[in-house]
């Protein structure tokens, strides 16, 4: 089945930078939106990025300007870079993959990553 494996958490001071990745793999011929979630502290879990497979992104209020979500189609890979990170980036960030196809039969289109923590913190 389809699965992602997500790297890049960890404590990172504010106003500093870090870079989520997110590799799907398995039996996948195409993916049409690639994502971050995440969910902090006594909050419900949120959207922060996608990105179509066309390359229209959408983002938080809370981040832009300051994250950047990117996709390598050939790699099935999503990045987000985040730069300038405030206390209240941090959470747990969810990779998310919607509307996928695979190359057989596979009753559900849409995965999702364990997580990985990101702390901000001095």
């Known amino acids: 089945q389809v699965q992602l494996a997500e790297s890049g958490g960890g404590l990172v001071q504010p106003g500093g930078s870090l870079r989520l990745s997110c590799a799907a793999s398995?039996?996948?011929?195409?993916?049409?939106?690639m994502g971050w979630y995440r969910q902090g502290p006594e909050k419900s879990r949120e959207l922060v990025a996608t990105?179509?497979?066309?390359?229209?992104?959408k983002y938080a209020d809370s981040v832009k300007g300051r994250f950047t979500i990117s996709r390598d189609n050939a790699k099935n890979t999503v990045s987000l870079q985040m730069n300038r990170v405030k206390p209240e980036d941090t959470a747990v960030y969810y990779c998310?993959?919607?509307?996928?196809?695979?190359?057989?039969?596979?009753?559900?289109?849409?995965?999702w990553g364990r997580g990985t923590q990101v702390t901000v913190s001095s």
């Open positions: 398995g039996p996948i011929y195409s993916i049409n939106v």
């Open positions: 998310n993959v919607d509307g996928v196809i695979a190359k057989r039969p596979d009753p559900r289109e849409e995965y």
């Open positions: 990105i179509t497979s066309d390359g229209s992104t």
